[in-house]
């Protein structure tokens, strides 16, 4: 769904190998995993070595990689005696493919030089849409990436409720994040539906319906959820409406979005035991500007009943 790429500062001297920088980005799903920290500085010593026009493009382009966060430091690597030989000790957990000027006397199968780029069916490969099983840690597998480098983590889907088979879910994202090395605060949200007695009641005859539901679903997941917190992490919980008419199950999408990408969950966020598949879709940036919009107080299709916001 999204892979982490490892790029030899010395590859950019093969005029291909720049021409796919544009290929980067989550929406694209392939993302740059710097290593060592020093990647940045290599990056721009290599660069000061080609020709201007594609210095000045390349530019651009890390610039605005790193303005949204596709460009990620991979902490906790240890530098080696060579650029290659770290990228080949960091974990495939971690870096998914290795771009190198020259695959000459490596056997790693990472590797990939500018011929193996835009090949279908290659480690470049990135499909955009999966059928997978709907099992919490395979589910969790397709947005490990979002678990190690977000900040805010939405949890969406309509029928959300503390039990076991969306906290399983959850749990699997959190021990993904529990086992990267950054200590940055997480903001976990989950926004979900809480049906009244009956549809087109008014906002305040909802609130006063579903109170306890929204209770005892934000305790439960606050109680679930706590040992894999860390301290000043903090989950908020929202309850929604839909503003049109008679349409308070018309809420139906499930996604987990994030400030940096997100994917849709066709079948929920929910994992099954009896081996139920799921679709799993990569999101656009034009389609999470939308959503970011939607599932926020100001959107104009959700009517919020109700929020509750808990910092550990």
Same mark, same amino acid.
């Given at each position: 769904?999204?892979?982490?790429?490892?790029?030899?500062?010395?590859?950019?001297?093969?005029?291909?190998?720049?021409?796919?920088?544009?290929?980067?980005?989550?929406?694209?799903?392939?993302?740059?995993?710097?290593?060592?920290?020093?990647?940045?500085?290599?990056?721009?010593?290599?660069?000061?070595?080609?020709?201007?026009?594609?210095?000045?493009?390349?530019?651009?382009?890390?610039?605005?990689?790193?303005?949204?966060?596709?460009?990620?430091?991979?902490?906790?690597?240890?530098?080696?005696?060579?650029?290659?030989?770290?990228?080949?000790?960091?974990?495939?957990?971690?870096?998914?493919?290795?771009?190198?000027?020259?695959?000459?006397?490596?056997?790693?199968?990472?590797?990939?030089?500018?011929?193996?780029?835009?090949?279908?069916?290659?480690?470049?490969?990135?499909?955009?849409?999966?059928?997978?099983?709907?099992?919490?840690?395979?589910? +969790?597998?397709?947005?490990? $990436?979002?678990? %190690?480098?977000?900040?805010?983590? *939405? =949890?969406?889907?309509? /029928?959300?409720?503390? @039990?076991?088979?969306?906290?399983?879910?959850?749990?699997?994202?959190?021990?993904?994040?529990?086992?990267?090395?950054?200590?940055?605060?997480?903001?976990?949200?989950?926004?979900?539906?809480?049906?009244?007695?009956?549809?087109?009641?008014?906002?305040?005859?909802?609130?006063?319906?579903?109170?306890?539901?929204?209770?005892?679903?934000?305790?439960?997941?606050?109680?679930?959820?706590?040992?894999?917190?860390?301290?000043?992490?903090?989950? +908020?919980?929202?309850?929604? $409406?839909?503003? %049109?008419?008679?349409?308070?199950? *018309? =809420?139906?999408?499930? /996604?987990?979005?994030? @400030?940096?990408?997100?994917?849709?969950?066709?079948?929920?966020?929910?994992?099954?035991?009896?081996?139920?598949?799921?679709?799993?879709?990569?999101?656009?940036?034009?389609?999470?500007?939308?959503?970011?919009?939607?599932?926020?107080?100001?959107?104009?299709?959700?009517?919020?009943?109700?929020?509750?916001?808990?910092?550990?």
């Amino acid at each position: 769904m999204i892979k982490t790429f490892a790029i030899d500062p010395d590859a950019i001297k093969d005029a291909e190998v720049c021409a796919h920088f544009r290929y980067f980005g989550f929406d694209k799903g392939r993302i740059i995993g710097a290593i060592p920290n020093e990647w940045i500085n290599e990056l721009t010593r290599a660069l000061s070595e080609i020709e201007p026009t594609r210095e000045s493009r390349i530019r651009i382009h890390v610039e605005e990689l790193m303005k949204t966060g596709a460009i990620q430091r991979l902490p906790g690597i240890s530098p080696t005696n060579s650029w290659i030989e770290t990228a080949i000790a960091t974990s495939d957990d971690f870096i998914q493919g290795i771009i190198v000027e020259s695959k000459k006397g490596n056997g790693d199968k990472r590797l990939l030089d500018s011929n193996d780029l835009g090949d279908k069916g290659s480690i470049w490969d990135v499909p955009s849409h999966l059928i997978i099983n709907r099992d919490a840690k395979e589910m +969790a597998q397709q947005v490990a $990436v979002f678990m %190690r480098h977000a900040k805010l983590i *939405r =949890f969406i889907d309509p /029928y959300y409720c503390a @039990e076991r088979r969306y906290l399983s879910f959850v749990h699997e994202c959190l021990d993904i994040r529990r086992q990267w090395p950054s200590k940055s605060r997480l903001c976990l949200e989950f926004h979900f539906v809480i049906k009244p007695n009956g549809y087109g009641r008014d906002l305040e005859s909802i609130r006063s319906e579903t109170i306890g539901d929204f209770s005892k679903c934000s305790d439960a997941t606050i109680r679930s959820v706590r040992k894999k917190m860390r301290p000043q992490d903090s989950c +908020a919980f929202f309850q929604w $409406v839909d503003s %049109r008419v008679d349409a308070a199950d *018309r =809420f139906h999408e499930r /996604y987990l979005l994030t @400030e940096l990408g997100g994917v849709e969950f066709g079948g929920g966020l929910d994992s099954k035991l009896n081996k139920e598949t799921t679709s799993v879709s990569r999101l656009s940036s034009q389609t999470l500007e939308k959503l970011a919009q939607t599932y926020s107080k100001s959107g104009s299709r959700l009517t919020p009943v109700r929020d509750q916001t808990h910092i550990f």
